[in-house]
């Protein structure tokens, strides 16, 4: 009998137990959700130049040539690049120079045909020239029996590419310009 009174009291005491623990109130609070989104980053350009892109030597002349890279809108922080390649006669008979803000290559890190400048983000595209007054001259020494000299595939010829890399590695941390020309593995 004294199991079974035992058993009661417990029983009592689970019961009594229960009613207490299930009539107080504990003070909690929850936050609302705040859920993060990462999202892509990217740089984009773009090279442009005037439709005309044959144009005819006169010795002495100035010839239009406009080539303009943009650094698109919401591009991140870049090294912006630039490499003319030039035919093996160009010097023969044309000469030109960079627009300002341009660095040019040391010839040891960065090929020397190839120039440089950093961009800081925008919202906005950004446009720059390529060459000084969008110009290149004839040399005023070309003389009629070099032009004669010269077939379609022996015309002098000036080729633009243009690149883009970004500019930190890490925050605060920029690569440096022969770096970041390495990145674009041209």
């Excluded at 595939?153 to 020309?181: D, R």
Aim: charged fraction near 20%.
């Amino acid at each position: 009998m004294n199991k079974k009174r035992l058993m009661l009291v417990v029983a009592l005491v689970l019961l009594v137990a229960g009613v207490v623990v299930g009539t107080i109130a504990w003070l909690t609070d929850t936050t609302d959700e705040v859920k993060n989104t990462f999202t892509t980053s990217d740089i984009d350009i773009t090279l442009t130049e005037s439709e005309n892109l044959n144009l005819k030597m006169v010795p002495g002349h100035v010839i239009t040539k406009d080539p303009v890279v943009t650094v698109e809108a919401d591009s991140e922080a870049c090294y912006l690049f630039v490499k003319l390649d030039k035919s093996a006669n160009f010097d023969s008979f044309l000469t030109y120079s960079m627009a300002d803000g341009w660095t040019q290559g040391n010839g040891t890190d960065i090929p020397s045909n190839v120039f440089y400048r950093t961009v800081a983000s925008s919202s906005a595209d950004q446009e720059f020239a390529v060459l000084k007054n969008n110009e290149v001259t004839v040399l005023g020494t070309v003389t009629k029996e070099m032009m004669n000299g010269l077939t379609a595939e022996t015309y002098p010829t000036l080729t633009i590419t243009a690149y883009a890399s970004q500019q930190y590695k890490a925050a605060g941390t920029e690569f440096t310009a022969k770096e970041a020309w390495d990145n674009v593995n041209p």
